[in-house]
């Protein structure tokens, strides 16, 4: 592994790239790791109705798009989100997930997959009655993701 740091002045923010062949489990713990060091907790301004709230990026469940719209899921909340799903795939650490063309999961909150075979599994949330589809396309990675993250390897 080749480790190089480039010194930019007038940057605003500290930027981490990480380049590889493929993505593997040392990849996503390097990414989580960098991603802990932040200074404190990491917040995602969202929206509902007239007021701006600040929630802690590890207290939402999963981001969905509702007609051209993004929805962030909390517990028990659902606020509005100004980006779009793929800034928030580069924006989000590494414990959030594509699992459908329209969702971004959290998988330290993924309680339980219902697997179905002909349309979209489920996915249910620890803690929330709240529900999300997994497509086909995003099952196998996203089982994968949950058993090396779930068993600590």
Do not use: W
Not at 98 to 104: D, E, G, L, M, Q
Not at 132 to 137: H, P
């Amino acid at each position: 592994m080749k480790v190089k740091i480039e010194i930019q002045e007038g940057l605003e923010e500290e930027e981490v790239v990480i380049r590889c062949g493929s993505l593997n489990d040392s990849v996503i713990g390097l990414q989580n790791l960098i991603s802990k060091q932040g200074s404190g907790k990491r917040c995602l301004g969202l929206t509902k109705g007239e007021t701006q709230y600040y929630v802690p990026v590890e207290d939402i469940y999963f981001l969905e798009t509702e007609g051209r719209e993004i929805r962030a899921h909390t517990a028990d909340q659902i606020y509005e989100c100004g980006f779009r799903l793929y800034e928030l795939e580069e924006l989000l650490p590494g414990s959030f997930m594509r699992i459908s063309k329209s969702t971004i999961a959290n998988l330290d909150h993924i309680y339980s997959i219902t697997r179905n075979l002909t349309a979209s599994s489920e996915v249910e949330f620890s803690g929330s009655k709240k529900k999300a589809l997994v497509s086909r396309n995003y099952y196998r990675a996203l089982v994968e993701r949950l058993n090396t993250k779930k068993l600590g390897l």
